[in-house]
Nanobody, 121 residues
Framework: QVQLVESGGGLVQPGGSLRLSCAASGSIFSINAMGWYRQSPGKQRELVAVMTSGRNPNYQDSVKGRFTISRDNAKNTVYLQMDSLKPEDTAVYYC???????????????WGQGTQVTVSS
């Protein structure tokens, strides 16, 4: 079993910054991808940014140039640096990871519990 623990959400004014962290723990052989999704009331969950092993990061168009995703593979941790935040960035942000628990098992998808980000003056 794999657990994802997020931190770093909160309330920030428009134009401000926040940094989200997500640490994976448990039975981990390899992590194929780690990323962030978000969901606001009445909307579907959407991809914000993802890092897949061996590939360049992928971002949603609305956050390009403002958000930066990074990974610390030694710590099985992914970060999301969010700058120039806008009210429309307000949502619950979820960490996502695709993990192989052992060399013989297929990769499975895991989700964190979510962290609230509110951008408001």
């Amino acid at each position: 079993q794999v657990q994802l623990v997020e931190s770093g959400g909160g309330l920030v004014q428009p134009g401000g910054s926040l940094r989200l962290s997500c640490a994976a723990s448990g039975s981990i052989f390899s992590i194929n991808a780690m990323g962030w999704y978000r969901q606001s009331p009445g909307k579907q969950r959407e991809l914000v940014a993802v890092m897949t092993s061996g590939r360049n990061p992928n971002y949603q168009d609305s956050v390009k140039g403002r958000f930066t995703i990074s990974r610390d593979n030694a710590k099985n941790t992914v970060y999301l640096q969010m700058d120039s935040l806008k009210p429309e960035d307000t949502a619950v942000y979820y960490c996502n990871a695709v993990v192989r628990a052992t060399v013989s098992q297929r990769a499975l998808e895991y989700w964190g519990q979510g962290t609230q980000v509110t951008v408001s003056s």
